[in-house]
DNA sequence: ATAAGAATAGTAATCATTATTAAAATATTG
DNA sequence: CAATATTTTAATAATGATTACTATTCTTAT
């Protein structure tokens, strides 16, 4: 059950913890072989869903084909970029607070629980 | 622009307003070949592509690596299962009032929109 | 009816992801 | 430490969902 302590394993996790771009398996695979140019596509596929299961690092659910992950294990919110897709976090009390309103709501509703999901304009792209 | 009347057009419609059960391309196409079997699933994929641009049916935007449509053009929530993974309709007066509270607080805190996805259990799994 | 344009069936290709496997690395035991 | 058991890896194949291609057929506008 204790995952065993390997130099792509850790590449995985420091790289993910770098970046904070919620990076695809792919785009990870691009990061890491730059440091392990003999790492595979399925090691970093495969480990990405032992780490989240292990609860060392998340796996997003989001929208779009491509599952994205992130580094910090913190629930927070994202915001999906309306322009360019990027996924940015999200960190305002205000929205805790919107979601804890939701919270009670859907579940007064006779809801076990929702996903939510915000949409706005990144910094690089604006907000025109 | 105008999508031409054909035969498999008119079948992809009316089979898709037949049912409640939001499919998938490959679920509707199930139904569809039962009238037109020598339907190809690529007439299916690019018709219910077609038609949703056209306004003519919904894409749904929901979580999973399936993309799912609906046959009512009306905006309305969705329930996801989380026993089966069906995708149910949420026709709630308080989920509009949620919906536009969270429309002004998401807007008031500088986000364009969200996506909300409820999650429950549908009638045939029961509450437990 | 004719010609131009659009759509179709059939098939191939692509993209994201998962499975397989023999070899290598890591962990455990004596 | 050495022997052994277990896990992980790289490479590759396979899968599932979707999109692209193309020759033929259908629809629409003259
Ligand atoms: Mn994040
Ligand atoms: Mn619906
Ligand atoms: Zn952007
Ligand atoms: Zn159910």
Redesign the pocket.
């Known amino acids: 059950?204790?995952?065993?302590?390997?130099?792509?394993?850790r590449v995985i996790i420091e790289e993910l913890r770098k970046v904070k771009s919620h990076p695809?398996?792919?785009e990870l695979y691009q990061l890491v072989r730059q440091r392990?140019p003999?790492?595979?596509?399925?090691?970093i596929?495969?480990?990405l869903?032992?780490l989240s299961e292990d609860g060392q690092i998340q796996k997003l659910e989001l929208t779009g084909?491509?599952?994205r992950f992130d580094g910090n294990i913190k629930e927070h919110y994202h915001m999906r970029c309306s322009n360019c897709g990027c996924i940015v976090d999200v960190e305002d009390k205000e929205i805790d607070a919107i979601h804890d309103n939701l919270q009670v709501l859907v579940e007064r509703n006779g809801f076990d629980g929702f996903r939510l999901e915000l949409i706005g304009r990144c910094s690089r792209c604006g907000n025109t």
Not at 38 to 43: A, D, F, K, M
Request: charged share 25%; net charge positive; proline share 0%.
């Open positions: 059950m204790k995952l065993s302590n390997t130099l792509q394993r695809t398996a792919d392990l003999q790492v595979s596509l399925g090691t596929y495969r480990n869903e032992l084909k491509q599952k």
